[in-house]
């Protein structure tokens, strides 16, 4: 089976050649004698294989499957009648990080069939095909030393995968975000750092995790990609959806006023803001300060001045209710209703993200074409294709689904985006000094059982750094943390230690750090199911 490799030619996976012990119960000599002989070389035999072994009338018992080479020297030092050493056909899969990037690279089964993750998807292509031999043996099936033997189908290799991921990336990553889901005693989370230019995916974090090398002692739940196959309420984040409608279509100009005082009242919903000590301006806010300060009550009127066939529209072209196409298994769309099943107030609570699903590879493929100048990227976690010998065979080059707004408008909401760092929502946890950074902070309620769940929150982090011309596009979601909900608290301490990370890891130093900002208040209650 063909190895899998990160970006620079790590090994990730590689299959070892492997052997199995078995014996014919109907020629041990003393069963009792033989179990206790075994298990000290390859650990402790179950019930079930020990009761084979002491029944005479079986012909063949497996004792254990695809072992390493010593320990099969070993047991065949031990010279036990009725017990064999033979050598598998396929290998024994050996996944070399561990746990490391585990949800993503998935495991294989005894037989090395691919069962989760990219060993999954890829199975066809990672498997190779046994080949066959004839050779001349004794009565009892042994080759006979100088036999006869001659080939007859010669074996082939698997191709080897070479990823997108940058090892160390992909540490620092999982230690970042498991901190934060330790810290607040949260139920899981996701983490995926992206090439916004390339749609590349540099980093793919999920907690919790499993060791493939071991993954029958792991919960199923821990074997799910969280950053494909989990739909959420995105929260707050989804404001970049209303204001990227609300500014390409020449709607909304970025001086417009809009009123942000609450309540609001929409087909029946009340919409409120927040409760953080921020007043909104009576003469009404800016585009801008909705976003900073994350206003529900002021991006609900934006959209509602935008309309709903612009809004939609833009949620289409933001690649939002489609696949990816990422190349990972079980990927969901999302869910993304039209506006014939929406009711009086869905287009006012969509625009601040509640009332549709999205996922976490969804949402930073959105947010990199805001960081790129407007484009929507195919993400891609595969980068070539190898042979046997380690040759690329094919690469895969970028690709651009289509263009989301123009250039003006992904630096309009660039702008945005500085502005929650500089002076809103993400002031200062955003903030890392020596390089200027972007993004957007979320808070979203949950929908457990087809309601909001009391208590029950996703929060999120979204940015880019360096502002100006960003080189990497991270993405933090922490579900059900306790004792803080917001994202500015839970989520955006791990986009900065990624960040800082990475840009040390590409070479970039931090500049001389600019004067500190104010420090913004920070929220006390949730009166809205998202911020």
Same mark, same amino acid.
């Not at 993503?104 to 069939?113: A, K, M, R, S, Y």
């Given at each position: 089976?063909?190895?899998?490799?990160?970006?620079?030619?790590?090994?990730?996976?590689?299959?070892?050649?492997?052997?199995?012990?078995?014996?014919?119960?109907?020629?041990?000599?003393?069963?009792?004698?033989?179990?206790?002989?075994?298990?000290?070389?390859?650990?402790?035999?179950?019930?079930?294989?020990?009761?084979?072994?002491?029944?005479?009338?079986?012909?063949?018992?497996?004792?254990?499957?695809?072992?390493?080479?010593?320990?099969?020297?070993?047991?065949?030092?031990?010279?036990?009648?009725?017990?064999?050493?033979?050598?598998?056909?396929?290998?024994?899969?050996?996944?070399?990080?561990?746990?490391?990037?585990?949800?993503?690279?998935?495991?294989?089964?005894?037989?090395?069939?691919?069962?989760?993750?990219?060993?999954?998807?890829?199975?066809?292509?990672?498997?190779?095909?046994?080949?066959?031999?004839?050779?001349?043996?004794?009565?009892?099936?042994?080759?006979?030393?100088?036999?006869?033997?001659?080939?007859?189908?010669?074996?082939?290799?698997?191709?080897?995968?070479?990823?997108?991921?940058? $090892? /160390?990336?992909?540490?620092?990553?999982?230690?970042?975000?498991?901190?934060?889901?330790?810290?607040?005693?949260?139920? $899981?989370?996701?983490?995926?750092?992206?090439?916004?230019?390339?749609?590349?995916?540099?980093?793919?974090?999920?907690?919790?995790?499993?060791?493939?090398?071991? /993954?029958?002692?792991?919960?199923?739940? $821990?074997?799910?990609?969280?950053?494909?196959?989990?739909?959420?309420?995105?929260?707050?984040?989804?404001?970049?959806?209303?204001?990227?409608?609300?500014?390409?279509?020449?709607?909304?100009?970025?001086?417009?006023?809009?009123?942000?005082?609450?309540?609001?009242?929409?087909?029946?919903?009340?919409?409120?803001?927040?409760?953080?000590?921020?007043?909104?301006?009576?003469?009404?806010?800016?585009?801008?300060?909705?976003?900073?300060?994350?206003?529900?009550?002021?991006?609900?009127?934006?959209?509602?001045?935008?309309?709903?066939?612009?809004?939609?529209?833009?949620?289409?072209?933001?690649?939002?209710?489609?696949?990816?196409?990422?190349?990972?298994?079980?990927?969901?769309?999302?869910?993304?209703?039209?506006?014939?099943?929406?009711?009086?107030?869905?287009?006012?609570?969509?625009?601040?993200?509640?009332?549709?699903?999205?996922?976490?590879?969804?949402?930073?493929?959105?947010?990199?074409?805001?960081?790129?100048?407007?484009?929507?990227?195919?993400?891609?976690?595969?980068?070539?294709?190898?042979?046997?010998?380690?040759?690329?065979?094919?690469?895969?080059?970028?690709?651009?689904?289509?263009?989301?707004?123009?250039?003006?408008?992904?630096?309009?909401?660039?702008?945005?985006?500085?502005?929650?760092?500089?002076?809103?929502?993400?002031?200062?946890?955003?903030?890392?000094?020596?390089?200027?950074?972007?993004?957007?902070?979320?808070?979203?309620?949950?929908?457990?059982?087809?309601?909001?769940?009391?208590?029950?929150?996703?929060?999120?982090?979204?940015?880019?750094?360096?502002?100006?011309?960003?080189?990497?596009?991270?993405?933090?979601?922490?579900?059900?943390?306790?004792?803080?909900?917001?994202? $500015?608290?839970?989520?955006?301490?791990?986009?900065?230690?990624?960040?800082?990370?990475?840009?040390?890891?590409?070479?970039?130093?931090?500049?001389?750090?600019?004067?500190?900002?104010?420090?913004?208040?920070?929220?006390?209650?949730?009166?809205?199911?998202?911020?």
């Amino acid at each position: 089976r063909g190895s899998i490799y990160d970006r620079d030619g790590n090994v990730l996976v590689r299959s070892l050649p492997s052997e199995s012990v078995y014996a014919v119960p109907h020629d041990l000599g003393d069963p009792d004698r033989t179990i206790t002989q075994l298990a000290r070389v390859v650990g402790k035999i179950d019930k079930p294989t020990a009761a084979l072994l002491h029944d005479r009338h079986m012909q063949f018992a497996w004792i254990a499957r695809k072992i390493p080479h010593d320990v099969a020297d070993r047991v065949q030092a031990l010279d036990l009648p009725g017990v064999s050493v033979i050598e598998e056909d396929t290998g024994r899969r050996v996944d070399v990080a561990g746990k490391s990037a585990s949800t993503l690279l998935g495991f294989v089964g005894i037989d090395e069939n691919g069962l989760s993750g990219l060993e999954y998807t890829f199975d066809d292509l990672l498997k190779g095909s046994s080949g066959r031999v004839t050779i001349e043996t004794d009565q009892f099936g042994r080759p006979i030393p100088f036999g006869q033997q001659r080939m007859v189908k010669p074996a082939k290799p698997g191709l080897s995968l070479e990823l997108t991921i940058d $090892s /160390y990336l992909e540490f620092v990553t999982q230690a970042a975000l498991d901190k934060q889901v330790k810290t607040y005693h949260a139920a $899981s989370g996701t983490a995926i750092v992206m090439d916004p230019y390339t749609g590349e995916i540099l980093a793919m974090a999920n907690a919790p995790q499993f060791d493939p090398n071991a /993954y029958w002692k792991y919960s199923p739940d $821990s074997y799910r990609d969280r950053g494909v196959q989990d739909m959420y309420e995105p929260g707050s984040t989804f404001k970049l959806v209303t204001a990227a409608a609300a500014i390409e279509s020449g709607k909304v100009s970025p001086t417009r006023r809009f009123s942000a005082i609450g309540p609001l009242t929409v087909g029946g919903r009340h919409i409120y803001n927040a409760v953080d000590g921020l007043t909104p301006n009576p003469n009404g806010d800016t585009l801008e300060t909705i976003i900073a300060d994350s206003l529900n009550v002021g991006i609900a009127n934006v959209a509602l001045h935008v309309g709903r066939t612009t809004f939609y529209d833009m949620e289409r072209r933001a690649g939002f209710g489609s696949l990816t196409q990422v190349d990972l298994a079980g990927e969901s769309p999302g869910i993304v209703p039209p506006p014939a099943e929406w009711s009086g107030s869905s287009l006012a609570t969509m625009s601040f993200g509640q009332g549709v699903s999205v996922t976490p590879i969804a949402m930073a493929r959105y947010y990199a074409s805001i960081a790129n100048g407007g484009l929507l990227m195919r993400p891609r976690i595969i980068r070539s294709i190898l042979d046997a010998q380690g040759n690329s065979i094919y690469t895969y080059p970028p690709q651009i689904e289509h263009r989301v707004f123009s250039k003006h408008t992904a630096a309009v909401l660039r702008g945005f985006l500085r502005a929650v760092v500089v002076r809103g929502t993400g002031n200062p946890a955003a903030q890392i000094p020596g390089y200027t950074t972007a993004g957007k902070t979320g808070t979203a309620q949950m929908v457990e059982n087809g309601t909001y769940s009391a208590g029950s929150y996703v929060a999120s982090f979204i940015g880019m750094v360096p502002y100006e011309h960003p080189r990497y596009l991270i993405y933090v979601k922490v579900e059900k943390p306790r004792g803080a909900i917001y994202g $500015s608290i839970v989520a955006a301490p791990a986009f900065v230690e990624i960040a800082k990370a990475a840009m040390l890891h590409a070479g970039v130093l931090p500049a001389n750090p600019p004067a500190a900002a104010p420090k913004r208040l920070v929220r006390s209650k949730a009166t809205a199911n998202t911020r």
